[in-house]
């Protein structure tokens, strides 16, 4: 188990050190960054466990039973417990998540029906100049929309958030 040292730091100081660690995160680019990170900062077992935690709260969110989550992740009942009492007391932070990971599931989702579609040819697929013009404006869009982006996640790092 993980424990911090016994010698307490300033408050104001590991309210800082905490930040620094939220900053970090934000400031990452991609997915592959992040990755990296969490190998650097993590354990493996950290790393696992809270992989786990994740999924027992999208579960609980799901609506899935305590004795189906524990049998299909191979936990005990306490992180269930942990997770459902997270839940119910606020979640937020899961609840955000879990959403905007649903959405990226269903994303995943229409693009393999449409893979699968085009492979057992019951779709044909577009020649270019069929939707340069579409093609153009999402590419516009998606580079403006990356930059707002990072606009906003360098304006989240410079706001201090308490502890």
């Known amino acids: ?21 939220w900053n970090a995160f934000t400031l990452a680019d991609s997915k592959e960054e992040v990755r990296e990170l969490f ?9 696992k466990m809270l992989a786990k935690r994740l999924e027992i709260a999208r579960r609980l969110l799901e609506g899935e039973s305590y004795e189906s989550i524990k049998e ?8 269930i417990a942990f997770m459902s009492n997270t839940l119910a007391n606020s979640g937020d932070g899961i609840k955000n ?7 990226l599931d269903k994303d995943f989702q229409i693009k393999r029906e449409r893979r699968q579609a ?9 020649m270019p100049g069929e939707t340069f013009l579409a ?4 590419e516009g869009g998606s580079a403006l929309l990356g930059a707002v982006q990072k606009k906003l996640k360098k304006a ?8």
């Open 1 to 21: 188990m993980t424990k911090l040292s016994k010698r307490l730091l300033d408050p104001k100081e590991m309210g800082f050190y905490i930040n620094n660690l």
């Open 39 to 47: 190998k650097d900062l993590f354990t493996h077992t950290e790393y």
């Open 72 to 79: 299909n992740l191979k936990v005990t009942e306490k992180p």
């Open 97 to 103: 998540a879990h959403t905007k990971l649903k959405l």
């Open 118 to 126: 085009q492979l057992e040819r019951r779709e044909r697929k577009k």
């Open 135 to 138: 093609d153009l404006a999402l």
């Open 156 to 163: 989240s790092v410079k706001k201090q958030l308490p502890v």
